[in-house]
């Protein structure tokens, strides 16, 4: 025998209405902790990132801590970097958008810029800044291009940082560096 249709047709709008009302708003996308953060061994990132952090950590900290020539001037040791999940979100979000829409810029076709991307990645930096490449397949190759370039060498060498990431999508690599504000 079927349900009285009479009863059974505001039972199901009913329900429809709760669903309705319970889904207005867009599902939430899972979120990191607030705050910058350095990111601590054997976390899992909530998103795709092909590169050896910890070699990549190691390079860049060599470097750092010996001191290097930047196009002809020569960079006195800095403090090393510690790696940090925020940024490094902001560099894979970066990469994956430079590899899906074909171009290779610090600015995004949408205006994006390595300062608002790192901020919308939860990172409250007062100082920040990026090195881009396009074409190398290994993490010392990357870090062997930028530091024959002038400029980003000096962006590595910089003593204004304290954090850094880098982050790849095919062979378009990005980095970032930042450092919060002592009052955060």
């Given at each position: 025998?079927?349900?009285?249709?009479?009863?059974?047709?505001?039972?199901?709008?009913?329900?429809?209405?709760?669903?309705?009302?319970?889904?207005?708003?867009?599902?939430?996308?899972?979120?990191?902790?607030?705050?910058?953060?350095?990111?601590?061994?054997?976390?899992?990132?909530?998103?795709?990132?092909?590169?050896?952090?910890?070699?990549?950590?190691?390079?860049?900290?060599?470097?750092?801590?010996?001191?290097?020539?930047?196009?002809?001037?020569?960079?006195p040791p800095v403090d090393?970097?510690?790696?940090?999940?925020?940024?490094?979100?902001?560099?894979?979000?970066?990469?994956?958008?430079?590899?899906?829409?074909?171009?290779?810029?610090?600015?995004?076709?949408?205006?994006?810029?390595?300062?608002?991307?790192?901020?919308?990645?939860?990172?409250?930096a007062s100082w920040s800044?990026?090195?881009?490449?396009?074409?190398?397949?290994?993490e010392q190759a990357v870090?062997?291009?930028?530091?024959?370039?002038?400029?980003?060498?000096?962006?590595?060498?910089?003593?204004?940082?304290?954090?850094?990431?880098?982050?790849?999508?095919?062979?378009?690599?990005?980095?970032?560096?930042?450092?919060?504000?002592?009052?955060?």
């Amino acid at each position: 025998m079927l349900p009285n249709n009479n009863r059974l047709v505001p039972f199901v709008i009913s329900i429809l209405l709760f669903a309705t009302a319970c889904t207005k708003e867009a599902p939430l996308e899972p979120q990191l902790p607030e705050g910058p953060a350095t990111q601590e061994p054997g976390t899992v990132p909530v998103f795709e990132n092909n590169v050896n952090k910890e070699v990549l950590l190691s390079l860049i900290n060599n470097v750092r801590t010996k001191g290097c020539n930047c196009g002809g001037e020569v960079m006195p040791p800095v403090d090393p970097l510690k790696w940090n999940i925020y940024l490094e979100l902001a560099a894979a979000n970066h990469s994956k958008d430079m590899q899906t829409r074909k171009y290779f810029a610090h600015n995004s076709p949408n205006g994006g810029t390595p300062q608002t991307r790192i901020a919308d990645a939860g990172y409250k930096a007062s100082w920040s800044g990026e090195n881009i490449a396009s074409g190398p397949t290994t993490e010392q190759a990357v870090i062997d291009g930028w530091l024959k370039s002038a400029g980003h060498c000096k962006n590595m060498m910089s003593a204004n940082y304290r954090d850094v990431a880098v982050a790849r999508a095919g062979n378009i690599w990005t980095q970032t560096f930042g450092a919060t504000s002592s009052k955060q």
